[in-house]
């Protein structure tokens, strides 16, 4: 079916004219009973009685029937245009954020209350995982935008510097490091996340670097969980300054002073799937995350 012909007849019929249809439509009256006459060939049906001149246009039966249908087609597609622009308009809408746990808990809570105070219309999720179940999230296109510690090893993936995490080894408060530092913690029982983890990528980065073998070590899932181990005295571990801070504050963990001052940092990443457009929530919260 011609949609145009179609809107042509639902709009003679509503207004109830060919020259009020006409004007309304921005095109002659001439076009109006052409298009007309071309759905009724199409349809093989007569939809309007054509009586005497200067008579109220009337509809036949299958006109009629028409008329509804046409109604109902335009009235569903006015609802999605106002849908449409409601959500361009950021007045209706979802955003669905992966992000790690570290993440989740100490740098993201900030810029989600901002974004819902200038966009209180728009539902978030939030899923927490690590970066390795993050990127597939994103390949499988069941989050908006992500932010991970490390780069994505997927090439379909697009990331962007976001901020900078610093880490330090951290121990219970009641225990002193040996002078050779680097045989100490190589004798210690390390406390390391699942495989997976930006965490744990970065520890044995600083294995790597500093020589340290590691003999002993337990897996947790969690920063948080690795932090109140290591001050019940149950190892050492490298952690983020900001998941240990209200530990070390009260005392019950410490860090070791890094090396010639030499502060272990790590980048955090605003990832993208490049073959999925962004919508105009996810545009608007990464705009919030590189002001802010």
């Known amino acids: 079916m011609n949609l145009h012909a179609l809107r042509v007849f639902h709009t003679v019929a509503k207004l109830g004219g060919f020259s009020l249809a006409a004007e309304a439509l921005f095109i002659s009256q001439p076009a109006v009973s052409k298009a007309l006459k071309e759905l009724e060939n199409q349809l093989n049906i007569q939809l309007i009685e054509r009586g005497a001149k200067g008579k109220k246009l009337m509809l036949t039966e299958g006109g009629q029937v028409l008329y509804e249908h046409a109604r ?52 978030i999720e939030v899923k927490v995982a690590n970066t390795a179940k993050i990127e597939q999230e994103l390949l499988d296109c069941a989050i908006d935008l992500a932010l991970v510690e490390g780069e994505p090893t997927e090439p379909d993936i697009t990331c962007k510097h976001w901020q900078n995490d610093i880490l330090s080894i951290v121990m ?71 998941v240990t801070e209200e530990l070390v504050q009260l005392g019950k963990l410490k860090r070791l002073e890094p090396q010639n001052n030499k502060k272990i940092s790590r980048s955090l990443y605003q ?20 002001t802010v």
């Open 271 to 290: 990832l993208k799937y490049k073959n999925r457009p962004s919508s105009h929530a996810a545009n608007a919260f990464e705009e919030i995350l590189f």
């Open 72 to 123: 109902s087609i335009f009235a569903i597609e006015k609802s999605a245009i106002d849908d449409i622009k409601l959500r361009t308009d950021l007045k209706r809408g979802s955003l669905i954020i992966g992000t790690s746990t570290t993440i989740a808990g100490y740098w993201l809570p900030d810029y989600l209350a901002k974004f819902c105070a200038v966009y209180p219309d728009i539902k």
């Open 172 to 242: 219970s408060s009641s225990m002193e490091p040996a002078i050779n530092i680097h045989t100490w913690l190589s004798d210690q029982h390390w406390l390391l996340r699942e495989p997976g983890s930006g965490t744990l990528e970065i520890s044995k980065e600083l294995f790597k670097q500093q020589n340290i073998k590691i003999d002993k070590s337990m897996q947790l899932g969690s920063n948080e969980a690795i932090a109140r181990a290591v001050s019940q005295g149950l190892g050492v571990a490298l952690l983020p300054n900001v």
